[in-house]
């Protein structure tokens, strides 16, 4: 029995390698757990909040990148569990955050609240 805790993996890619274009769209269209959406299920879809991702990126707790970046902690959850989609502009601000999260920090430290 392989170790779920593994890194490693046995998956042999020859028999998928070794087929056509075609024939891996014909395989793939007929596993029924990875039949692709249709539009009104992408239209439907929830949003995967990236905002997340990049605090986790950042190795900070909900708490800490609230505080560090000025945004409310209830908002930010909120964003976090995709109750609410961040507007245009947090959006730009949230990429500002993830391009240089250390020049953005420094920047608003000495602005805002404690």
Not at 3 to 29: C, G, S
Not at 31 to 47: G, H, K, Q, S, V
Not at 56 to 83: C, K, N
């Amino acid at each position: 029995m392989k170790d779920v805790n593994t890194t490693e993996t046995t998956d042999d890619w020859t028999r998928f390698n070794a087929m056509t274009e075609e024939e891996r769209h014909q395989a793939a269209m007929s596993d029924p757990d990875a039949m692709p959406m249709t539009e009104e299920e992408l239209d439907n879809a929830p949003i995967v909040p990236r905002v997340r991702t990049l605090r986790r990126a950042l190795e900070l707790t909900q708490e800490e990148f609230s505080r560090r970046y000025g945004i409310p902690l209830g908002t930010l959850r909120d964003w976090e569990q995709g109750r609410v989609v961040p507007d245009q502009a947090t959006r730009s601000y949230l990429t500002v955050i993830a391009r240089d999260p250390e020049t953005v920090y420094r920047l608003l430290s000495n602005n805002l609240p404690d």
